[in-house]
């Protein structure tokens, strides 16, 4: 168990529909990422708050955004669905906000029908 | 031309057997080289890490770097079936916080 916390494990739901996932970091970590694994992409780099504050973009489409609370716990919100939106999306989370040990969360499974 | 690549495999072996894994990159600005491991139905976990070229033992798992190459491995020797999984070479540059990680290869050990 990585410490790392996402809900839900599963979703499905219909194209031009709109869902959050949400993740909880390892206690004492500031960073969050998001990652989006699909069969044909791979592991694939969306974004990366630190401390409540985006610092890093990746390959995130524009009906994607995603925030980090006080909390520090984060949320990916995912708009106007799409087939091919379907994927597993993981958390990461790190200490700092330049290159540390990444620790991974169990994922969310969302399927878009 | 794609800046990882990986042989998605799937790869079977016996359970004892060496088995390496493969990953040539195209950034010369990669700085951290990674190998994941992630079991069916879980995250990515961090196996091993290392940032210069050579080897790194841990245990069974040796992580080699030939930077000049721009191409890293893996070995597991004395494969166990726990060690089925797939194998995920990631790389990061230095400053920068985003992994960028190959296609992963499907590992399989016969006992």
């Known amino acids: 168990d990585s410490g790392v916390t996402q809900t839900p494990k599963h979703l499905i739901t219909a194209t031009g529909q709109r869902v959050t996932l949400r993740c909880s970091p390892r206690?004492?970590?500031?960073?969050v990422y998001w990652y989006q694994q699909s069969l044909d992409q791979g592991l694939q780099f969306l974004i990366q708050y630190y401390n409540g504050e985006e610092r890093a973009k990746g390959n995130i489409l524009e009906r994607f955004s995603a925030q980090q609370f006080p909390d520090l716990h984060s949320e990916l919100n995912l708009s106007s669905l799409e087939l091919g939106d379907s994927a597993l999306y993981f958390c990461a989370s790190s200490v700092g906000d330049s290159y540390n040990e990444q620790f991974f969360g169990p994922g969310t499974r969302l399927t878009v029908l | 031309q794609k800046e990882v690549e990986q042989d998605p495999g799937p790869l079977s072996v016996p359970e004892g057997a060496i088995v390496s894994l493969n990953c040539t990159y195209s950034n010369s600005a990669f700085q951290y080289f990674m190998w994941y491991r992630q079991y069916s139905r879980k995250g990515p976990e961090l196996l091993m890490y290392?940032?210069?070229?050579g080897n790194k033992e841990d245990g069974r798992f040796t992580a080699q770097v030939d930077k000049s190459s721009k191409y890293i491995s893996l070995f597991i020797r004395d494969s166990q079936p726990s060690d089925s999984a797939t194998y995920l070479c990631a790389f990061i540059i230095q400053g920068a916080q985003k992994l960028v990680f190959g296609q992963g290869t499907r590992l399989t050990i016969n006992p």
């Open positions: 290392t940032y210069s070229s």
């Open positions: 206690s004492g970590d500031l960073s």
